[in-house]
């Protein structure tokens, strides 16, 4: 489903990806792991159509990413380290509005439900904490239908009901048969829905293989 | 795309109307050059004679910080990484801020207008009509480099100097033309000349509309 | 008939003889066209590498050559301007200086359109480069045109539409220079003030057209032609500077993008290692 095919991209003059390759099925999960600035983000935004590759290229279902990447981009569920929400809306509206700029029609007080949001409330997000923001962040990747989901460090500020909540959305998603990648510090937790697992240390691949055997390593807890 | 843009427009104007403040201090920023231009001239009698030409600066100078406005509320949460990764045209985006922004500078004109009067002593002697028209086409002019410049100093440094200076160039044309036929209107225009300006505004909206639509995806993308 | 070498109080004087403008106009003719053909020259790679110097120094010195003895022509030799006397010699370099000022921000208007087709780095440094040439030249243009509109008319500035549109110009890549200098990335940087420039450019007609308009409306101050008051006699010591206006700009043009390129390698990534 997913292939990375020799796959660099540089920030200035540094090369922050170098020739990574990287083949997910559909259904199946992979975690990035590696220290901070090993170029988990970095890859997981050339994945999302959000940074071009500069060698190499990324085939989605055989289809060239970034060549195609106006049709493509409807199937690609994206969550990264902003919730990419309006303040001054409600949860409700927040969704309402990325629906239709879609063209989905979802439920969206079950949407919400399903998060763990109150539909009844209208409060802008303005107030709402970090954690409750991933939460809209996350029904917005409901609204899709996706073949590809990337989430960059999706546990970060989300207690445990919402790391559950987190595992439990990533696990329809693939049932649904997307591929699943994963950029994450916590490998024990991420390791629940990822069977892969890909270890980067400055631009490069440490380690590719089973997320089973995957070699103990210094992890940053939040 | 229609159906998109629309879309983009509804997003715009609800997330204003929701905070109606900043609206407010656009309004509260082309009236404060109303006044200090008034209280900076000092013979009064010279004040009808001027009235035309500070209401456009006074709405070219608001209108960059309707943009700074506009784009702040999309960098918040990363918005507008999303809008690029979101199934959406790109154009529709560029089209729905640019008629929201539109729609915000008429309304701050049509308030500011019964306080120019008031202030400068003049009267809408020709036809409020055309007055109307030249205010919509006129603001309308304002929006295009506005919206597109605005999506470039909000990601730059110094923005709050680079917008104008980017600006001001490229509507001088329009706020020529709209100065004049301002003026026309509110002495009476004996000899219809308003009209031509008119025209003139509409030629100035119909080339940067249609170029800076098609400029957009290309910044956007980055 | 008289010969043109007088020194003021010209007035009455308004033709050089006919044998003076043929010569005249044959020199000027012969020299554009030795500049010309090795501009062209230059076009084809293979004599630019043949070279053992910079192709661009030669029409360098050449254009400052042209640039003094034009100079030396448009003051001592041409005869004062019918109507303004001494001080019309000046727009013998005025008016070249507009026409390459024009000229300059046009080649970054189409470089700046060539880039965002094709993408290719060289493309952004002729940008900056013409976008900077244009903005120097322009500044120049707007100086001689006070220097020549003070005494004549008795202000500084007007606002009628050549004036207008060069302010315009002028400030508008004022802009483009200054985003240039705010944007650090250089894919981004390459591509907004493209499109910046761009804009620029095609803002140029509309600008005229409507200051254009608005001074037709307009009937109170004076119509400011600038120009076109110089006797056809004496067009030839005009066009000698424009070549020697046009030929120093190319070498402007070439310098300044052989200094944004070298600027631009500094920023060229490092070569991507090879797999481990």
């Given at each position: 489903?997913?292939?990375?095919?020799?796959?660099?991209?540089?920030?200035?003059?540094?090369?922050?990806?170098?020739?990574?390759?990287?083949?997910?099925?559909?259904?199946?999960?992979?975690?990035?792991?590696?220290?901070?600035?090993?170029g988990?983000?970095?890859?997981?935004?050339?994945?999302?159509?959000?940074?071009?590759?500069?060698?190499g290229?990324?085939?989605?279902?055989?289809?060239?990413?970034?060549a195609e990447?106006?049709?493509?981009?409807?199937?690609?569920?994206?969550?990264?380290?902003?919730?990419?929400?309006?303040?001054?809306?409600?949860?409700?509206?927040?969704?309402?509005?990325?629906a239709?700029?879609?063209?989905?029609?979802p439920?969206?007080?079950?949407?919400?439900?399903?998060?763990?949001?109150?539909?009844?409330?209208?409060?802008?997000?303005?107030?709402?904490?970090?954690?409750?923001?991933?939460?809209i962040?996350?029904?917005?990747?409901?609204?899709?239908?996706?073949?590809l989901?990337?989430?960059?460090?999706?546990?970060?500020?989300?207690?445990?009901?919402?790391?559950?909540?987190?595992?439990?959305?990533?696990?329809?998603?693939?049932?649904?048969?997307?591929?699943?990648?994963?950029?994450?510090?916590?490998?024990?937790?991420?390791?629940?829905?990822?069977?892969?697992?890909?270890?980067?240390?400055?631009?490069?691949?440490t380690?590719?293989?089973?997320?089973?055997?995957?070699?103990?390593?210094?992890?940053?807890?939040? | 795309m229609?159906?998109?843009?629309?879309?983009?427009?509804?997003?715009?104007?609800?997330?204003?109307w929701r905070?109606?403040?900043?609206?407010?201090?656009?309004?509260?920023?082309?009236?404060?050059?109303?006044?200090?231009?008034?209280?900076?001239?000092p013979?009064?009698?010279?004040l009808?004679?001027?009235?035309?030409?500070?209401?456009?600066?006074g709405?070219?100078?608001?209108?960059?910080?309707?943009?700074?406005?506009?784009?702040?509320?999309?960098?918040?949460?990363?918005?507008?990484?999303?809008?690029?990764?979101?199934?959406?045209?790109?154009?529709?985006?560029?089209?729905?801020?640019?008629?929201?922004?539109?729609?915000?500078?008429?309304?701050?004109?049509?308030?500011?207008?019964?306080?120019?009067?008031?202030?400068?002593?003049?009267?809408?002697k020709?036809?409020?009509?055309?007055?109307?028209?030249?205010?919509?086409?006129?603001?309308?002019?304002?929006?295009?480099?506005?919206?597109?410049y605005?999506?470039?100093?909000?990601?730059?440094?110094?923005?709050?100097?680079?917008?104008?200076?980017?600006?001001?160039?490229?509507?001088?044309?329009?706020?020529?033309?709209?100065?004049?036929?301002?003026?026309?209107?509110?002495?009476g225009?004996?000899?219809?000349?308003?009209?031509?300006?008119?025209?003139?505004?509409?030629?100035?909206?119909?080339?940067?509309?249609?170029?800076?639509?098609?400029?957009?995806?290309?910044?956007?993308?980055? | 008939?008289?010969?043109?070498?007088?020194?003021?109080?010209v007035?009455?004087?308004d033709?050089?003889?006919?044998?003076?403008?043929?010569?005249?106009?044959?020199i000027?003719?012969?020299?554009?066209?030795?500049?010309?053909?090795?501009?062209?020259?230059?076009?084809?790679?293979?004599?630019?590498?043949?070279?053992?110097?910079?192709w661009?120094?030669?029409?360098?010195?050449?254009?400052?050559?042209l640039?003094?003895?034009?100079?030396?022509?448009?003051?001592?030799?041409?005869?004062?301007?019918?109507?303004?006397?001494?001080?019309?010699?000046?727009?013998?370099?005025?008016?070249?200086?507009?026409?390459?000022?024009?000229?300059?921000?046009?080649?970054?208007?189409?470089?700046?359109?060539?880039?965002?087709?094709?993408?290719?780095?060289?493309?952004?440094?002729?940008?900056?480069?013409?976008?900077?040439?244009?903005?120097?030249?322009?500044?120049?243009?707007?100086?001689l045109?006070?220097?020549?509109?003070?005494?004549?008319?008795?202000?500084?500035?007007?606002?009628?539409?050549?004036?207008?549109?060069?302010?315009?110009?002028?400030?508008?890549?004022?802009?483009?220079?200054?985003?240039?200098?705010?944007?650090?990335?250089?894919?981004?940087?390459?591509?907004?003030?493209?499109?910046?420039?761009?804009?620029?450019?095609?803002?140029?007609?509309?600008?005229?057209?409507?200051?254009?308009?608005?001074?037709?409306?307009?009937?109170?101050?004076?119509?400011?032609?600038?120009?076109?008051?110089?006797?056809?006699?004496?067009?030839?010591?005009?066009?000698?500077?424009?070549?020697?206006?046009v030929?120093?700009?190319v070498?402007?043009?070439a310098?300044?993008?052989?200094?944004?390129e070298?600027?631009?390698?500094?920023?060229?990534?490092?070569?991507?290692?090879?797999?481990?």
């Amino acid at each position: 489903m997913l292939h990375v095919d020799d796959l660099s991209r540089r920030y200035g003059r540094r090369w922050a990806l170098i020739h990574i390759t990287l083949e997910v099925g559909a259904g199946r999960g992979c975690m990035l792991v590696g220290p901070n600035g090993s170029g988990k983000s970095t890859l997981i935004k050339c994945l999302a159509t959000a940074l071009s590759p500069h060698r190499g290229a990324i085939r989605l279902g055989g289809r060239d990413l970034w060549a195609e990447r106006s049709k493509l981009r409807r199937d690609i569920a994206y969550l990264g380290h902003q919730a990419h929400v309006y303040d001054d809306l409600s949860a409700a509206e927040n969704l309402a509005v990325w629906a239709s700029l879609g063209g989905y029609e979802p439920d969206i007080p079950a949407l919400l439900q399903r998060v763990g949001l109150d539909p009844e409330r209208r409060d802008p997000v303005r107030t709402f904490s970090a954690g409750m923001r991933r939460r809209i962040a996350l029904a917005r990747m409901l609204l899709k239908k996706p073949r590809l989901v990337l989430l960059d460090e999706p546990f970060t500020a989300l207690d445990p009901p919402g790391r559950e909540l987190m595992i439990s959305v990533a696990q329809q998603l693939k049932d649904d048969g997307a591929a699943l990648v994963m950029a994450t510090h916590l490998p024990a937790v991420a390791t629940r829905v990822c069977e892969q697992a890909l270890a980067l240390e400055s631009g490069r691949i440490t380690y590719d293989g089973d997320a089973a055997s995957l070699p103990p390593f210094e992890a940053v807890y939040e | 795309m229609i159906a998109q843009i629309f879309q983009v427009l509804r997003k715009e104007l609800l997330i204003e109307w929701r905070d109606r403040s900043r609206v407010a201090g656009v309004f509260f920023f082309g009236l404060a050059v109303l006044l200090m231009v008034a209280f900076a001239t000092p013979q009064s009698t010279v004040l009808p004679k001027i009235a035309g030409g500070t209401l456009w600066l006074g709405l070219m100078l608001a209108s960059t910080r309707s943009m700074d406005q506009s784009y702040a509320v999309e960098h918040e949460h990363g918005a507008m990484e999303g809008l690029l990764l979101w199934p959406v045209d790109p154009v529709a985006i560029y089209y729905g801020k640019a008629i929201a922004n539109t729609l915000i500078l008429a309304a701050v004109a049509i308030v500011l207008m019964p306080l120019l009067i008031a202030v400068y002593g003049v009267e809408v002697k020709g036809d409020p009509l055309l007055l109307v028209g030249v205010l919509a086409f006129g603001c309308a002019a304002l929006a295009a480099p506005g919206t597109l410049y605005g999506l470039i100093s909000s990601q730059a440094r110094g923005s709050s100097v680079l917008l104008p200076l980017l600006i001001f160039p490229l509507v001088v044309p329009a706020i020529l033309a709209a100065s004049n036929a301002t003026t026309k209107i509110l002495e009476g225009d004996p000899m219809q000349q308003a009209p031509a300006w008119l025209g003139v505004i509409v030629i100035f909206d119909a080339v940067h509309w249609t170029v800076m639509g098609m400029v957009y995806g290309r910044i956007l993308e980055d | 008939m008289q010969t043109g070498r007088q020194w003021g109080g010209v007035v009455g004087y308004d033709a050089l003889p006919r044998r003076w403008v043929i010569e005249g106009s044959t020199i000027t003719a012969i020299a554009g066209l030795i500049g010309f053909v090795y501009l062209i020259a230059m076009v084809v790679p293979a004599v630019r590498r043949a070279l053992p110097f910079r192709w661009e120094t030669p029409l360098g010195v050449y254009g400052l050559l042209l640039l003094l003895s034009g100079n030396y022509l448009g003051l001592f030799v041409a005869p004062g301007e019918r109507m303004m006397g001494e001080v019309g010699r000046i727009l013998h370099v005025h008016v070249p200086a507009a026409w390459v000022a024009m000229l300059s921000f046009f080649v970054a208007g189409i470089a700046a359109f060539a880039f965002l087709m094709v993408g290719k780095r060289g493309l952004d440094s002729l940008v900056e480069a013409a976008a900077e040439v244009g903005v120097m030249e322009a500044t120049l243009l707007c100086l001689l045109g006070a220097i020549f509109a003070k005494p004549t008319w008795g202000v500084w500035w007007d606002w009628d539409p050549r004036l207008t549109s060069t302010a315009v110009m002028l400030l508008s890549f004022v802009g483009v220079l200054l985003l240039r200098g705010v944007v650090r990335d250089p894919d981004r940087r390459a591509t907004w003030s493209a499109v910046a420039t761009l804009l620029s450019t095609v803002n140029l007609p509309i600008t005229y057209m409507s200051v254009k308009w608005w001074r037709s409306l307009h009937q109170d101050m004076s119509e400011t032609t600038g120009g076109s008051t110089i006797d056809d006699s004496l067009r030839w010591v005009m066009y000698y500077n424009t070549w020697a206006f046009v030929f120093l700009t190319v070498w402007f043009l070439a310098t300044r993008w052989r200094l944004a390129e070298v600027r631009a390698e500094r920023e060229v990534p490092d070569a991507l290692p090879e797999v481990a």
